[in-house]
């Protein structure tokens, strides 16, 4: 724990942008809201202006007009992790096991559509609220894809769990899915239709930007320290702090940086590449649609359609990263991996380069829950997205905000009754352990 003495807790690192997302970059030029300079008093000091940050702003806003939030965030919105994203806000887990499915499994599976849905009805309401149009916010659905007989295995247990659960959802044929994505490559697909899909940085964009006072957004404003002052705290920034009754810390793998859940949260990095624009009429199928690997830690892949031309979103590979820093080498390592599953599924486009390349912090728990609650009297975690950023770190967000003003909910019962983040393996084992987990995972998605 950075901690320079009892009660004050000093950040040891702060976050670093990991290449240039072109989600951002693909988006006209942002005035960022004015840094904090002076000193301000607050009912609630959130310290992270992602997903999950900005997501408690809202909620404690709807909860209680009259609450003085001021929301602190180390870059611009949109540069950090929340624009790095690949834009989907599920409502049904990635896999669910293909063994018999017990009432524990079942609840398991209520209990992430409980939270991932929660996640969606807030990020609805916003979008019904501002008239965010289909580019940045398309409750389209998601296709799942396979390119392998043990993808289209996992593919039709998936689908025989959604039936036993009352999900809707359709299989894809090789032909239906290729009519769909314009790639000979894929073998099968699944279409589950609760999804929405978004811009990720555009998104995030419309979330701050829709925060009305006494809800305050200050950018460029990282927190350096905080300390207990009186009943509450004293966050200090390089130009100016905040007297808050209560923080909520918000800022998902760097909760570690100020010393909490140390041991206990993996830093792990996913990679994207994204397309120059190309001749739409180059490729067949559908000018846009989203699609997640049938097998975990596959290729995710989106195509975007825009006035100039559409794109193609390449996100594959995962690195294990203590320091929640990233090289450019790593970036261009991955970027060679993107180029590769590219080109076979995309044939048509040779000579399509990639314009953009980035990667995307992610914190990660070993027992999968998030690093939530009251971790210091007054101070509120809503960390550990668990690889799914805009889903469980949104609902995060809205758990922590009524936990903040005591507000009852079905989705606060859930999140209380979630058990603590697991103690990772002292070093070196951990970092030998997940890096070998990694890889392991890697491979045996194979070509998915």
């Not at 000979?184 to 279409?191: A, K, M, R």
């Not at 697991?422 to 995972?441: N, S, V």
Request: hydrophobic share 40%; net charge positive.
């Amino acid at each position: 724990m950075t901690q320079a003495g009892k009660n004050v807790f000093i950040a040891s690192r702060l976050p670093k942008r990991a290449g240039v997302s072109g989600w951002v970059a693909t988006l006209a030029p942002r005035t960022p809201r004015p840094a904090l300079t002076g000193s301000v008093i607050a009912d609630v000091a959130i310290i992270g202006g992602g997903f999950a940050g900005l997501s408690a702003a809202r909620r404690i806003s709807r909860l209680d007009p009259t609450a003085q939030v001021a929301v602190l965030e180390a870059g611009i919105v949109g540069e950090g992790p929340a624009g790095a994203n690949s834009g989907f806000i599920i409502d049904l887990p990635h896999e669910v096991s293909s063994d018999d499915f017990s009432g524990e499994s079942e609840a398991r599976f209520r209990q992430s559509v409980l939270i991932q849905r929660s996640a969606i009805a807030l990020a609805s309401e916003m979008a019904a609220e501002n008239g965010w149009g289909k580019d940045v916010f398309d409750p389209s659905g998601r296709y799942s894809v396979a390119i392998s007989a043990e993808g289209d295995r996992h593919l039709e247990d998936y689908a025989q769990q959604l039936s036993k659960m009352g999900e809707d959802h359709r299989l894809l044929s090789a032909g239906e899915i290729g009519a769909v994505t314009g790639s000979p490559v894929y073998t099968s697909g699944l279409f589950t239709p609760g999804t929405v899909i978004v811009q990720p940085a555009a998104y995030i964009r419309g979330v701050a930007d829709c925060l009305k006072k006494p809800a305050t957004l200050y950018e460029r404003s990282p927190a350096l320290s905080f300390e207990r002052l009186g009943t509450g705290w004293l966050v200090k920034t390089p130009q100016g702090s905040v007297q808050a009754a209560k923080i909520i810390m918000a800022n998902n793998g760097h909760a570690e940086s100020f010393g909490f859940f140390r041991g206990r949260l993996l830093h792990v990095f996913t990679y994207a590449s994204l397309t120059e624009e190309f001749d739409p009429s180059r490729l067949g199928g559908e000018r846009k649609w989203a699609a997640t690997p049938a097998l975990p830690m596959g290729t995710t892949v989106r195509r975007i359609g825009t006035a100039g031309g559409d794109r193609i979103l390449v996100r594959s590979r995962y690195s294990y990263n203590p320091s929640i820093a990233v090289s450019d080498s790593a970036i261009q390592r991955a970027g060679r991996l993107h180029d590769g599953k590219f080109s076979k599924r995309f044939p048509t486009l040779g000579g399509v380069g990639m314009q953009y390349r980035w990667a995307g912090a992610m914190a990660l728990t070993r027992n999968h829950v998030p690093a939530f609650g009251e971790i210091e009297r007054g101070v509120f975690a809503a960390c550990g997205c668990n690889g799914l950023g805009a889903s469980n770190s949104t609902a995060s967000g809205i758990a922590a905000a009524e936990l903040v003003l005591g507000h009852d909910s079905e989705l606060g019962r859930v999140y209380a009754r979630l058990a603590a983040p697991a103690a990772l393996p002292p070093q070196p084992f951990t970092t030998i352990g997940a890096k070998i987990h990694l890889a392991y995972r890697e491979w045996s998605a194979g070509s998915e």
